[in-house]
């Protein structure tokens, strides 16, 4: 996936954000959420089906199996 999965990408997504982006109005990205706006209970629900999705649970099995994975270092 790393090597086609740009072309994949770019083949079915760009294709699919065109339109988005056009419709984008300066200011539309990077709003911050008002205090208190998120729904703590719908945030974790949401979070929870991500990771119960089917792809989730593949890929939580293959990183398991990737041991000799260096971890990333994390700026923070």
């Known amino acids: 996936t790393a090597e086609y999965g740009n072309y994949l990408f770019s083949y079915a997504c760009v294709p699919l954000l065109k339109p988005f982006m056009a419709e984008l109005q300066p200011g539309d990205l990077g709003k911050a959420i008002p205090e208190g706006a998120v729904d703590n ?13 089917a792809i989730e649970q593949v890929g939580k099995k293959l990183r398991g199996y990737m041991t000799d994975m260096k971890r990333i270092a994390v700026a923070g």
């Not at 719908?42 to 991500?50: F, G, T």
């Open 41 to 53: 209970a719908q945030l974790r629900d949401v979070n929870e089906a991500i990771r119960s999705h």
